[in-house]
């Protein structure tokens, strides 16, 4: 983990999560100091510097604790108790993530970020230390009830039920909801701080009325203008410190990158707007740049910080910009021409006189190119932020699904190929012994196990590649995977856990069916089982995808904004169904290429299209189908029931409207 790395050198002395951890506290009779964070976290750093590596206080720490160190991206079921508990404790959360536990593993006291002096009602992190030795010390017992009472009161938030049946009356219930909250002004919903809604956008987009378009059609726009997005180099950062998508959260992370391509890809699908094609482009070529890995995957994450012409860290050095440096890049007259354009002013959008860039206006294409391959060039030369170069199963799992259907929307064999060697690489290194492990790094896996959202987001992007490439061997280790969902996740109510029957047993199992930055496990899995349900006519899976959906499916209507993705399924069920597309024909045969790019174009979202020689038996999508007068030829089916053949796009896209 690049962010244990991180923190080798601090005089802290740190443990990984571990059984010996425990039993050092256990042996040492004291407290144990538990710090979660991620590689690419802010504030994480702050604490980092202003704390961890302050010998007075690693002092504190180290004689009076057991410190463990854990990176909420390789251990997320970790990271999902705890946080709970932190939220319960303090009424919020966030990371770095602190909790004082038990040698048993329970929490008694909580909280985020502390100074290292009191600030702003904050205690300073030495008085935290201080109050909890002496706690631990004098007033044993009390903790000791505390933290059974904590693990007490938790184990009893057992969510009431979500089940329901998801009908149109829900969805539209859930779009008005949606508009209530939606921004007018900006795009976005509600106020800030403001995260890319991912998942409800590709909700909208599938739902397709004029006030479902306008929503997730001005948002998307207006993210791809904002500082938000890299003008420069491609890719969304985390989220927008403001309203108005000025200033980001710099960091960028995969996950927000692989959904987002996959949103932008089905609003350019169903308008055609330049700018969607624009992002996507630029996101995919950045993704291959910046993200990708020696062994072939897709790293983690960019940092936010970065060392500014001063050699100082501070976040954002890499992509803020003055009027003077503009100059200075590309001359008087084209810099002042780049200010205007990006919005850089004097005062700053930003800090420190700097600011972010926009791209508000549509210049003359050609000069902004010339100005910003020139402008990236100058960016290359400064310190560049820091990557942390883990594969996450469940991230590369969703780039791949996204980066195949951009492949094929967009004509583009070679991100087909950048596809194909993630997916080489995830099922070579991540897949011991039959079961999946969350992280690699180097080529070389990690020992954290998978959790849901990783064998669902796998599954989901091996059918994809299968059904691309009509190589059925990806859909059959999609079939695997699923097989391991379906026997070590299952709740026996019709939902999933988020961690395996057989993983580590936490004191509490983590299950949270609602959407945040990333697809919930459970929605995830339910577009997983969907898919490989349409591809193999399997209705068994149909009905356990069903079945999931209405598990939780009452958060549709009462909170669609974290309901994202159960919210897309529920209109794929209820209002445009996904159908099956076999292609039978030469692959080399441009008629059949034009047939299959018309076809991913033009198919209702979740559908699988499939095209190979004609009558393949080892797919059963293919089994039976003929030329029709020679010709490559196209079935549009619905349950392996298929409509008349068709042999012109003209004809296909007729039959997919």
């Given amino acids: 983990s690049p962010y244990l790395l991180q923190h080798k050198d601090n005089p802290v002395d740190w443990w990984q999560w571990s059984d010996e951890a425990f039993a050092e506290a256990e042996r040492r009779d004291v407290p144990v100091f538990l710090s979660i964070g991620y590689a690419a976290c802010h504030w994480c750093h702050v604490m980092a510097h202003e704390s961890f590596e302050d010998p007075a206080t690693a002092g504190i720490l180290n004689e009076g604790f057991v410190a463990i160190k854990v990176d909420r991206e390789e251990r997320p079921d970790v990271d999902a108790v705890y ?3 932190t939220q319960a404790l303090t009424g919020h959360g966030g990371w770095p993530m602190t909790v004082f536990l038990t040698p048993d593993r329970r929490p008694f006291y909580a909280g985020t970020y502390f100074p290292p002096t009191p600030h702003h009602g904050l205690p300073s992190f030495a008085q935290i230390l201080d109050a909890i030795s002496s706690a631990w010390t004098q007033r044993r017992s009390e903790v000791l009830s505390s933290a059974g009472h904590i693990v ?3 184990a009893q938030l057992r969510p009431t039920s979500l089940s329901r049946q998801v009908s149109e009356d829900d969805l539209d219930a859930a779009r008005d909801a949606l508009r209530k909250s939606f921004d007018p002004v900006a ?7 403001k995260f890319p809604p991912s998942m409800v956008l590709e909700a909208l987009l599938r739902l ?10 001005q948002t998307l726009a207006a993210m791809a203008r904002g500082g938000i997005y890299d003008q420069l180099g491609g890719g969304f950062a985390r989220y927008s410190v403001d309203a108005g998508w000025v200033v980001p959260h710099f960091e960028k992370m995969l996950y927000d990158n692989a959904l987002l391509l996959g949103v932008y890809t089905h609003w350019w699908r169903l308008i055609g707007d330049p700018i969607a094609a624009s992002i996507v482009e630029e996101t995919v070529d950045w993704l291959l740049r910046e993200m990708l890995t020696p062994e072939g995957g897709f790293a983690a994450s960019l940092d936010a910080d970065s060392a500014d012409e001063k050699g100082h860290l501070r976040e954002g050095a890499f992509y803020a910009w003055s009027p003077d440096q503009l100059v200075s890049a590309l001359g008087e007259e084209d810099g002042l021409w780049a200010a205007k354009v990006f919005e850089v002013t004097t005062v700053g959008t930003f800090e420190h006189g700097l600011s972010t860039l926009q791209l508000l206006v549509d210049p003359e294409p050609e000069r902004l190119a010339q100005a910003k391959e020139r402008l990236l060039a100058a960016r290359d030369r ?4 820091g990557r942390d170069d883990k594969v996450v199963a469940a991230w590369n799992g969703w780039l791949i699904t996204s980066l195949v259907e951009a492949a094929m929307v967009f004509d583009r064999p070679d991100w087909l190929r950048a596809a194909q060697s993630a997916a080489e690489l995830i099922w070579g290194k991540h897949w011991v012994d039959t079961r999946l492990r969350r992280t690699s790094r180097n080529g070389i896996a990690g020992e954290a196990r998978g959790i849901l959202e990783d064998y669902a987001a796998l599954s989901q992007a091996f059918v994809r590649l299968g059904s691309a490439l009509a190589e059925p061997a990806w ?9 391991v969902l379906l026997h070590q996740f299952d709740d026996g109510a019709g939902g999933f856990f988020d961690t395996a ?3 580590e047993q936490l004191y509490a199992r983590p299950q949270d069916a609602t959407d945040n930055a990333t697809p919930s496990g459970l929605s995830s899995a339910v577009h997983a089982l969907a898919l490989l349900a349409e591809f193999t006519g399997d209705d068994a899976l149909a009905a356990r995808a069903e079945q999931a959906a209405a598990s939780a499916g009452a958060l549709v209507r009462q909170a669609p904004r974290f309901a994202g993705w159960l919210f897309a399924d529920a209109v794929s069920r209820t209002k445009r169904r996904p159908v099956q597309v076999a292609i039978a024909g030469d692959p080399q045969d441009p008629t059949t290429a034009a047939l299959v790019r018309s076809a991913y174009r033009n198919a209702p979202a979740g559908s699988v299209i499939v095209a190979g020689e004609p009558d393949r038996a080892d797919i059963p999508l293919l089994a039976d189908r003929q030329l029709v007068g020679g010709r490559p030829t196209a079935y549009v089916c619905r349950g392996f029931v298929c409509r008349l053949p068709v042999t012109t796009t003209a004809d296909l896209e007729a039959q997919l409207s």
């Fill in 83 to 85: 946080m709970q508990a």
């Fill in 152 to 154: 007490e009161q938790l």
């Fill in 475 to 483: 859909v059959q280790r999609a079939g695997l995977l699923v097989n």
């Fill in 208 to 217: 397709g009325d004029d006030d479902s378009m306008m929503m997730a059609g």
């Fill in 501 to 503: 029957a057989d993983a």
């Fill in 382 to 385: 400064r310190a560049r932020p």
């Fill in 187 to 193: 795009g976005g919903f509600g106020g800030a701080p």
